[in-house]
């Protein structure tokens, strides 16, 4: 019976719902993440009787036809790039973009990845890099003697050096952003990498040119809504167990059918 198949294949569907839901929750404090949501699409259709043929000599026709589907598949799970609450920390190496933009970081093997996380530090040599070492694009350096550094709007790096009475620029960040964010490829740490569906990083300063603006001793939370959350989990868990009926029901009728025979 092809509804075993179509209510199972509802239910696969259904359990990876739960599944990107769940990550969503997981990450609800998670610096810069953007939630995820899955998007379905229904599966080929057994034609029986085709809408529009003819039904008769005289040339009358279906108006509709008859159609079996069987079943969903997983479309996509795009992550929604929609802003998420800035929070203060008091830290002066962490930085919150308010809008367009992702900062730039240098990995390790030489890729260019791409966050929201503006949780920075200093490392040993005093360069600027986010919480586990990379390097943040441009490369910045805060020197050990450096005060008061402060991070403008528009990304300038200032301190004040030794004794000195002006503040020197150490640098200046720069955001990149793409023509799909959401087909940016995620591979964890609060970083996403270019693909083709994304398309070519585009850079530029800070409140320039439609990109984001910094602030300076915030972070940007993750946009993940709790009580959103907990109703999409909630009608998951309802469409899961439909599809487990539909099974319950369709083995009963299998079983009545046998015990005829």
């Given at each position: 019976m092809?509804?075993?198949?179509i ?5 696969m569907?259904?359990?990876?719902n ?7 929750i997981?990450?609800m ?7 995820q949501?899955?998007?379905?699409q229904?599966?080929l ?8 043929s ?6 009358t ?15 996509a799970?795009?992550?929604m ?15 919150a ?7 730039i970081?240098?990995?390790p ?8 996380d503006?949780?920075f530090?200093r490392d ?26 402060s ?8 301190a ?7 503040a020197t ?10 023509a799909?964010?959401?087909?940016l ?21 800070p409140?320039?040119?439609s ?6 001793g ?5 946009n993940?809504?709790?009580?959103t ?8 868990q ?16 299998l ?7």
């Amino acid at each position: 019976m092809q509804a075993l198949y179509i209510a199972a294949s509802g239910m696969m569907a259904q359990e990876l719902n739960v599944e990107v839901i769940s990550n969503n929750i997981a990450n609800m404090r998670t610096t810069g993440f953007k939630r995820q949501r899955a998007e379905f699409q229904d599966l080929l259709y057994q034609i029986i009787r085709r809408a529009g043929s003819e039904t008769s000599d005289s040339g009358t026709q279906l108006p509709s036809g008859v159609e079996i589907g069987s079943g969903v598949k997983t479309g996509a799970t795009p992550r929604m790039m929609s802003q998420g609450n800035v929070e203060p920390t008091g830290k002066n190496l962490d930085v919150a973009i308010r809008g367009e933009g992702l900062f730039i970081i240098q990995l390790p093997d030489g890729r260019t990845a791409y966050t929201r996380d503006g949780a920075f530090q200093r490392d040993a040599t005093g360069q600027l890099v986010t919480i586990e070492g990379y390097q943040v694009q441009p490369g910045i350096i805060v020197p050990d003697n450096a005060r008061d550094v402060s991070i403008s709007a528009s990304g300038v790096v200032e301190a004040f050096l030794d004794n000195a009475p002006a503040a020197t620029q150490l640098g200046q960040l720069q955001l990149a952003r793409f023509a799909n964010p959401a087909g940016l490829e995620g591979i964890g740490d609060n970083l996403f990498v270019e693909t083709s569906a994304s398309g070519t990083a585009q850079a530029g300063t800070p409140a320039a040119d439609s990109f984001g603006n910094l602030l300076q001793g915030h972070l940007e939370l993750s946009n993940v809504n709790a009580v959103t959350e907990i109703a999409d989990l909630i009608a998951a868990q309802r469409a899961y167990e439909m599809n487990a009926r539909v099974i319950s029901g369709a083995d009963e009728m299998l079983s009545a059918t046998s015990q005829l025979t």
